[in-house]
């Protein structure tokens, strides 16, 4: 069967502006939109650029838009679409675009590196002993939050983003935090729940589930934010309550 | 550019994180990896980690050091055998420690749960050893460690392809490569180089493997004249989905999984009655395509069923959500109602750049250490996975040697001072990277690679025997020459993948040339390397790991004998 995709192209080293190009590639109803992706690099212009590398759903290399909607090329079945329709694919809203479909990450993991209090360099004279102890209901608070691969798809859809010229966190980062604070074994919650406060923090989400909606990994990402919204309510503003 | 460092690790995966951060407590750390560190294979590390923690039922780091030996065919270095078993449950400690969100058990304890080959007692019955975060552990650990990473201080830098270790003298000082996003070059001038590069899955057709695991560190250790050691050992895990090659852990049949020929029998009961479904990998992949060879894969295909039906959905979501979604996203099936169409799927290799117990890289039969240079996880060779690992066996070898590694590393550079770089460092790269940029030949790599991928899978993977092998060899050498007449039609500078693939396929092919070429002498089968013509193991002679040499005419073997400590090589029966 043949599909054809509508692929947004930019090479920064000749072009001025971006444009579209059409390619017709054979597919069956299970491949990959990866898959489709590779053919076209291996057979038809190697000058396609975009990530990728485990190809299961678990690495976060390959989140695209297609049709307008953020996703990993890997996860996306040709099936998943109107294949009768042209596949639009293109880079990451709101990422600054590099080439094709490559898109500038380091703003987006220097968000998940903020999130983090800033320890000392500590030294373990001693190694730790023993395991510490976690129940099954307190470890099942981040189940949720350890699932995130890291692939922008949440933050490419996150109209806040666009509303705040960018400078909102995201939801990627604060849901990495709420792994932290919701952790039993964490002796950093409060440092965590103030940098989360900080202007363009926390506070700008303001709850549209377009993240939860995208989320590859079916993340609840919007739940996970209001209970790290309450939370802070909770414990460092006690009387506004 | 150039950059100085204390220490320089190529590879961002479990293991050069781990080695990373226990030096980055002591001395100057730069993380050079070709994908962004969070993307690295270790992510895609399903079911466990081994470890004789005995929350669950009475377990030895005795029992482990056997298990790993039996499951190693003998041919594992029993005294790094015992250092890896004696020393993972610290090693889990250490992990649980800094964060990594194990699954618990009702006590609050890490749970654990039964893993192929792992056993209580020398053998009697399968044992509780694998530590686990349902079915998404490598990427659990990952997390923790990238974090852990960004708030002690590692510099890392992403999307930097390396291309070539530097020497002065006999000491390594560095490496080479460039910067994926401008093909510019980048020099890393260091006291230390850890090799943590990962595997070469996609040398093969059908492979778990990412996209990224492309055996660059086992060539250019191969380019500095550095042995490597035991490669004609892959592991071909039996259970990936078929077709696609995606993995299906082992954890599923630690689970309660079994796995089901064409007429619905649980054939792995003739094969392995005590440990049946969880015997060790090579023995069940080898009576999968067995049960094929003879008719009976399911509708008479290259396929068998893995049934899961029995866990139940409510288990299957909490024990093995990944999994579940993989089957369902990519076969549109429900295993808690359908069987799983699964074959084996290129997953690891067993061999790879030897080093000693400190991760220190050793330059063949005279077993001294290359000053400088190191290697741990996948890339390296210890060897505690011998012939055939043990599932969970990888991860706690990342971690045990990763931290080991990480200590002789700060030794090193508190020792030793910064040599001088060979001259014009950044040119070898630019020379290597325009070459192929200006290069107009006819051959195309992607089309190379395919014919690559053919070849080993048909004469190279799970059975083997020594015409086949001939002939491989002999197609793997006209592939290089062909990779000579190579012409990249894409010349950008910014991301330019085809030249990326170029490289990674020049690293592949000599890899799989060294590959072939173990294979091919050694004319034994052990583990889960087997030959038809050769179907028995060599018990005449001591076991001997295989040395193979890239010198400038051709390749070389030459052996090495096995240490062998407690456990003498006996029959190995599941």
Redesign the interface.
Known sequence: MKITLKVFRF????DMEPHYDIFNVEANL?D?VLDCLNKI???QD??L?Y???????????DAVSINGIPALAC?K?IKDYDYTQELLIEPLKFFTI???L?VD?EPF?KT??SI????P????DK??????????E??GK?NDA?????CGCCVAACPVILEQEQRFIGPAAIL?SQ??IF?S??TDVIERMKIMEKPYGIWGCKSYYMCTIVCPK?IKVTEQILKTKKKIIQELHPKSE | MIHEYDVVVVGGGIAGLYTALTAAEHCRVAVVSKVHVTRSHSVAAQGGIAACLGNEEEDHWEWHMYDTIKGSDYLADQDAVEILAKEAPQAIIALENMGVPFTRNMQGKIEQRRFGGHTRNYGEAPVKRACYVSDRTGRAIMDTLYDRCQTIGVDFFNEVFILKLLFSGEHCCGVAGYDIASCKPEVFHAKAVVLATGGSGKIFKTTSNGFASTADGFAIAMDSLIPIEDMEFIQFHPTGIYGLGILISEAARAEGGVLRNGSGERFMERYAPTLKDLAPRDIISRAILNEIKEGRGVESKDFVHLDLTQIGKERLMEKLPEISSFVETYLGIDPSEKLIPVAPTCHYMMGGIPTDHKGRVLSGKTETAVPGLFAVGECACVSVHGANRLGCNSLIDLVVFGSRTGISVVKHAEEKELLSLPPHAENIVINKVNSLLSSNGNERSPVLRAAMQCVMTEKCSVFRNGDELEQTLDQICQLEKRMRNIGLENKGKVFNYELQEALELENMLKTARAIVFSALQRKESRGSHYRNDFPERNDQEEPRHSLVNLTPKALKVTYKPVFITRFTPEKRRY
Do not use: V
Request: one cysteine or more.
């Open positions: 090479n920064p080293e000749t299970n990959r690099r291996w057979e190697s000058s650029a990530r990728m590398s485990c190809a299961h759903g678990i690495c976060g290399s996860q079945l590099i080439n094709d490559i990450m993991f998940i590196k983090h209090p800033n320890h360099m500590q030294t373990q190694p730790p002993e023993k395991e510490r102890h976690q129940s099954i307190e470890r981040i350890i699932k995130c691969i890291l990495r792994k932290y952790d074994r964490s079916k």
